[in-house]
């Protein structure tokens, strides 16, 4: 069975300030994909990235970054220079052969409040 | 272009009942798939449609149904209405079977929140 454990309930942070949202997924497959997803408060989730499990190469987006690393089965997001449009939750998620990508398996979410 | 549109957007139901949520995916899109979002529960999933065909289910009672029209648009019905089923319902497509191992980005609406009162 596949689980993802975002620790991270809720984060606050003042704009500006670097911030890293963590994820731990759990899975006997060796091939496997890893997403990451935002949910603003009107609901919709926002794709942000979508990394496979024999990629490991960081990767950086303008003020995101994700850090994928096999070796403790996390998969990191940061945000760097935070700002007040980054609130939202967030969501890891992760989806297996066989199977389709529609048929994730999410982590609780990270709320991420930036204040000014 | 248009982006998943989900209907009703808000609605309020009586224990019993049932209710249908529409979705229309983003044009050209074939696939369709339903997630539940609850505060205890989180995202769940609860199947997908492709080619009016349901390809993949999630762990939900009977009660849950949904089926996809031959213009991809798709439905989910949730028979005899209990507290527990108030939640978000989200909808995504995606322009073929997400399989994973395609390049198949998956889109999600904004969602139903569906309240059993």
């Known amino acids: 069975a596949q689980k993802v454990t975002q620790a991270q309930t809720e984060i606050s942070v003042v704009e500006k300030e670097d911030v890293t949202l963590d994820c731990v997924y759990e899975t006997r497959d060796t091939t496997y994909y890893l997403f990451w997803y935002k949910q603003p408060p009107s609901g919709e989730l926002v794709f942000l990235i979508r990394?496979?499990?024999?990629?490991?190469q960081n990767e950086i987006s303008g003020r995101y970054s994700w850090n994928f690393q096999k070796s403790t089965s996390s998969f990191n997001f940061t945000i760097t220079a935070s700002q007040v449009v980054d609130s939202a939750v967030y969501f890891c998620?992760?989806?297996?052969?066989?199977?389709?990508?529609?048929?994730?398996?999410f982590g609780t979410g990270t709320r991420l409040q930036v204040t000014l | 272009k248009a982006g998943v549109t989900q209907t009703p957007r808000y609605l309020i139901k009586t224990r019993g009942q049932q209710v249908t949520l529409s979705c229309s995916p983003i044009?050209?899109?074939?696939?369709v798939s339903w997630y539940q979002q609850t505060p205890g529960q989180g995202l769940q999933f609860l199947f997908e449609y492709f080619s009016e065909t349901q390809r993949n289910k999630g762990n939900f009672p009977g009660r849950f149904s949904g089926r996809q029209f031959s213009n991809s648009r798709s439905e989910m019905n949730v028979s005899t209405l209990e507290l527990g089923d108030s939640a978000l319902y989200l909808c995504?497509?995606?322009?073929?079977?997400?399989?994973?191992?395609?390049?198949?980005?998956?889109?999600f609406g904004e969602g139903s929140w569906l309240t059993v009162v």
């Open positions: 995504a497509s995606s322009l073929y079977l997400a399989t994973i191992s395609s390049g198949n980005t998956i889109y």
């Open positions: 990394r496979n499990s024999f990629d490991e």
């Open positions: 998620a992760l989806a297996t052969l066989p199977g389709t990508a529609s048929k994730l398996t």
């Open positions: 044009s050209g899109h074939r696939s």
